[in-house]
């Protein structure tokens, strides 16, 4: 059992305090000088607490916080017992005074930190911790290479160009407002490969030599916006700062359903911010395995195996729950219906299986990018085009890769390394 003070240091007449391990029971604090304070016998483990000030719920905006399933926000804290364990006698309540400020209230022992729920919850403090007191300029490369497209490119030049870079988003400078103002992406390749194909008269092949990315973005936004195109086209860009906190950067690209977002650099005293990097999931990933490695005590969970931790997408005939179907496509489906469930799903890539449900390859929606070469995409008709012709088109472009997998016994640490590279889904 570990000592824990608890206090609430910003004033007011009353205050009270309750946590997940009082069954969020109030529980009276004591004032002590200028600050409210109240202290347990705890076992070791991750808490969540709040305080209540004159009659309003409050937390402590400098300690770690969580957010519930239900919105509310609570306090976090992770109890450590850091000396040897004695031997205690049985818990009881080894005394209240409330005249002397400090109420001090012993809990019943609960499972050790072993306990799969617990290890878990000290994993997951551990990793709030490291996003929260590390921005993303810490994260960005200290040299890399980075490519720009002007809004007046051609979109068959800017194309070609992502293809031949490896490009699967780059983004849009616009030279009028000095500024990068969007972003192309390989969903726009698809986009314009099915209007293309549609509407041909609207836009042709040979007027995508001449035709502006600034012009496929508003021809996009009216073609799939909708009555709600013009709302679209007022959406400021999506970005963070160099001085944001990773759980603000990595909140920015989930919530928005996006791979990456841009890095504008802050400067004091400057009406514009220059653009700096982009920050992907990856890279925060790649950072926050390096640090957790650098961690004494925590991370135990980075080395079980991923069959007893609830994380994942699974096949039902696992066994396994997960918060999402599984999809896997056939080599014989067509092209068409997997770039509808990348589209529509806001995934990656889909698992490619023969028809006996072995793993053949993963098609990712960066790679509909190997029908920009040599105009492979003006001379198919994308109905009629299956998976296993788009993967031919890849292997003849890039060659055969390597599919890279896991196994249930694989370890948590091994599995973020790989996810941790870009480009990669296991």
Same mark, same amino acid.
């Given at each position: ?64 916080? @969580? ?5 509310? %926000?609570? #306090? ?9 364990? /004695? ?31 617990? *290890?878990?919850? /000290? ?38 160009? $992502? ?19 969007? $972003? ?14 549609? #509407?041909?008269? /609207? ?36 970005? @963070? ?21 841009? %890095? ?8 514009? $911010? ?20 650098? *961690? ?50 806001? /995934? ?79």
């Amino acid at each position: 059992m570990v000592l824990q003070r608890f206090s609430w240091p910003y004033g007011g007449r009353r205050a009270s305090f309750c946590g997940s391990f009082t069954g969020w029971r109030e529980c009276p604090m004591g004032l002590v000088g200028a600050e409210f304070q109240v202290v347990f016998d705890l076992p070791p483990g991750v808490y969540q607490y709040r305080f209540l000030v004159d009659g309003v719920w409050r937390c402590d905006e400098a300690k770690p916080f @969580v957010r519930d399933e239900y919105g509310l %926000i609570s #306090n976090e804290v992770l109890v450590e017992n850091n000396v040897q364990p /004695v031997v205690q006698p049985e818990p009881s309540i080894r005394g209240t005074n409330v005249d002397e400020g400090i109420i001090l209230t012993t809990m019943p022992p609960e499972p050790s930190s072993q306990n799969p729920g617990v *290890q878990i919850a /000290v994993f997951r403090h551990v990793v709030s911790e490291i996003l929260l007191h590390n921005t993303i300029y810490d994260v960005v490369p200290i040299s890399s290479k980075l490519a720009v497209l002007d809004t007046q490119l051609p979109v068959k030049q800017a194309f070609k160009i $992502m293809h031949d870079e490896g490009l699967a988003l780059v983004p849009l400078w616009d030279d009028h407002q000095g500024t990068i103002t969007g $972003m192309l992406t390989a969903s726009d390749f698809v986009l314009m490969l099915r209007k293309l194909q549609r #509407n041909i008269r /609207v836009i042709g092949n040979e007027e995508l030599e001449m035709h502006p990315i600034s012009a496929w973005k508003e021809a996009k936004l009216q073609f799939y916006g909708g009555p709600d195109g013009a709302a679209m086209q007022r959406r400021p860009l999506i970005h @963070v700062k160099d001085s944001d906190n990773l759980v603000d950067v990595a909140l920015t690209i989930i919530r928005n359903e996006i791979s990456s977002v841009p %890095i504008f650099k802050c400067v004091p005293d400057s009406t514009g $911010m220059p653009f700096l990097s982009l920050a992907t999931l990856q890279g925060i990933l790649k950072f926050l395995c390096s640090k957790l490695q650098e *961690q004494a005590e925590g991370c135990s969970l980075l080395h079980n195996q991923l069959l007893s931790i609830p994380i994942g997408t699974w096949s039902p005939h696992t066994g396994r729950s997960s918060s999402r179907q599984l999809r896997t496509l056939l080599l014989s489906s067509p092209l068409n219906t997997c770039l509808d469930f990348l589209l529509q799903d806001r /995934v990656s890539s889909i698992p490619i299986v023969d028809d006996n449900g072995s793993l053949r390859d993963v098609y990712s929606l960066s790679d509909i990018m190997a029908l920009a070469k040599n105009d492979v995409y003006a001379r198919i008709e994308l109905e009629q085009v299956t998976v296993q012709n788009a993967l031919d088109v890849q292997y003849q472009v890039h060659g055969r890769r390597q599919c890279h997998t896991c196994l249930q016994t694989s370890t948590l640490l091994e599995v973020l390394e790989g996810l941790s590279v870009p480009g990669t889904s296991v």
